[in-house]
């Protein structure tokens, strides 16, 4: 099955720098990539995602890039702001037609933005 | 237009009582998947529900079923519960795109 990693487990940023974490997969047939962001003690939240047949996708100061011949993909944050810190998982997933798919999650990623 | 609501917010049990979490789907959702969030670690894939029968499954034993009604929502049951069925469960509901939006979670704390 699909296995996804994550780097780096923790990440310290200075206000208005910016942030980058990485994940991998493992299963070529994986063809959409999410991103959330969970405070704590509140539901994960889609921020941005990116399907197999695009290379990068940009909202506001998040971007998210995918190389699927390496077989993996990056969320950027740029100018960081303290309201960004929390947990960020990637994940992975291959669609099933009628919607909806498993989604395999990364061990996240715990983003602090200090000032 | 209600989000992915999920009932209860918390819940503690014993060891070898039964549970039953329920989810209602964002509207216009047909799809419902069911997740294991343990503590500090990224939510497990447990089950995914579509036309009222279940299409995915993790690697979660029978004790964990589910079930979803004519009207989408769905409801998580674990039998036997053992301590480390202590974690967050979250449900997400999607249509016919991939995007998955999660409710808030149940708590669930086995003592």
């Known amino acids: 099955g699909e296995n996804v990693e994550q780097h780096p487990s923790t990440l310290s940023v200075q206000e208005g720098d910016s942030a980058v974490i990485k994940c991998t997969y493992s299963d070529s047939a994986s063809n959409y990539f999410p991103w959330y962001k969970q405070e704590l003690g509140k539901r994960p939240q889609l921020i941005i995602d990116i399907r197999s047949n695009v290379g990068e996708k940009k909202d506001q100061r998040i971007a998210v890039t995918l190389n699927k011949t390496a077989k993996h993909f990056s969320l950027h944050i740029t100018e960081t702001q303290p309201e960004d810190s929390a947990v960020y998982f990637c994940a992975a997933s291959w669609g099933l037609t009628g919607g909806g798919n498993k989604l395999t999650f990364g061990t996240g990623t715990q983003l602090k933005v200090e000032l | 237009d209600a989000g992915v609501t999920q009932s209860p917010t918390h819940l503690i049990k014993t060891r070898g009582q039964q549970v039953t979490l329920r989810c209602s789907p964002k509207?216009?959702?047909?799809?419902v998947s069911w997740y294991q969030q343990a503590l500090g670690q990224g939510p497990q894939f447990i089950f995914q529900y579509y036309e009222e029968e279940e299409r995915q499954r993790g690697n979660f034993p029978d004790r964990f079923s589910g079930h979803q009604f004519p009207n989408y929502s769905s409801e998580l049951n674990v039998n036997a519960l053992l301590l480390g069925d202590s974690a967050l469960y979250l449900c997400a509901s999607s249509s016919d795109t991939d995007t998955q939006y999660f409710g808030p979670g149940t708590r669930l704390t086995v003592l």
């Open positions: 509207s216009g959702h047909d799809t």
